[in-house]
């Protein structure tokens, strides 16, 4: 029973096109998030949803727009994609009266060409 | 702009012996520090936290360490154990924020 599941793990695209990531949570939990983890292994937050309202919006390039059409899903789509876009993708989710305890999904390991 | 560094890419230590994890964080307004543990191919996962009004917090073989005026926290495992062989972040919020700032992760390998 995967409690945070995204598709695809692995994810190889080419510069310029436009891809999706799928998120779905099975824990009940009200907020969910998205994250990236970049070449130098920082985990930067992009985007949090609560009960499909976005509540945080990083400095992120608006190529990147999430989208969540229940409280369990929160998908990532790209548009044109680019080299520096290479990186590893976590989503995440909890409850939002407890925040720091966020569970995270596998990853998706994008990759740019 | 590194707000919360963990200077140690990785730590080797025996299984039985302590396994010290160090975390600094230069940003005074944040209040709440965790740390996730990762095993490969896996996300993070919430291991333990500590609130800015605490100096320790401990769960089981875990416990946190806080020093604000150094703007310094640890995590002590004891004793280790090899299934501890994971990469640990560090993470800071403030003010109540679902904002995670995380640093760059130590890599622990406990030996057999």
């Known amino acids: 029973d995967t409690a945070v599941s995204q598709t695809p793990k692995y994810l190889v695209t080419q510069m310029g096109n436009d891809k999706s990531i799928k998120c779905e949570q099975n824990?009940?939990?009200?907020?969910m998030y998205w994250y990236k983890q970049d070449s130098k292994k920082f985990l930067k937050i992009m985007f949090s949803y609560n009960n499909k309202e976005l509540i945080i919006n990083e400095t992120v390039p608006n190529r990147f727009s999430p989208k969540s059409p229940d409280k369990a899903h929160l998908n990532l789509h790209i548009n044109s994609l680019e080299l520096g876009d290479s990186a590893v993708y976590f989503c995440?989710?909890?409850?939002?009266?407890?925040?720091?305890?966020?569970?995270f999904g596998p990853g998706t390991r994008l990759t740019v060409t | 702009d590194q707000q919360v560094k963990q200077n140690s890419p990785s730590l080797s230590v025996q299984e039985g012996r302590i396994s010290i994890l160090n975390c600094d964080y230069t940003?005074?307004?944040?209040?709440?520090f965790l740390w996730y543990k990762k095993y490969p191919a896996e996300g993070p996962t919430f291991l333990i936290s500590?609130?800015?009004?605490?100096d320790k917090n401990e769960d089981g073989r875990f416990t946190v360490f806080l020093n604000k005026s150094a703007k310094h926290l640890s995590l002590h495992i004891v004793p280790s154990q090899p299934g501890d062989s994971a990469v640990y972040f560090c993470?800071?919020?403030?003010?109540?924020?679902?904002?995670?700032?995380f640093g760059k992760g130590t890599k622990l390998t406990v030996n057999p």
């Open positions: 993470a800071a919020t403030q003010g109540g924020s679902e904002k995670l700032v």
């Open positions: 995440a989710s909890s409850f939002l009266d407890r925040r720091y305890e966020q569970y």
């Open positions: 940003n005074s307004m944040f209040d709440y």
């Open positions: 500590i609130s800015s009004i605490k």
């Open positions: 824990l009940g939990h009200d907020t």
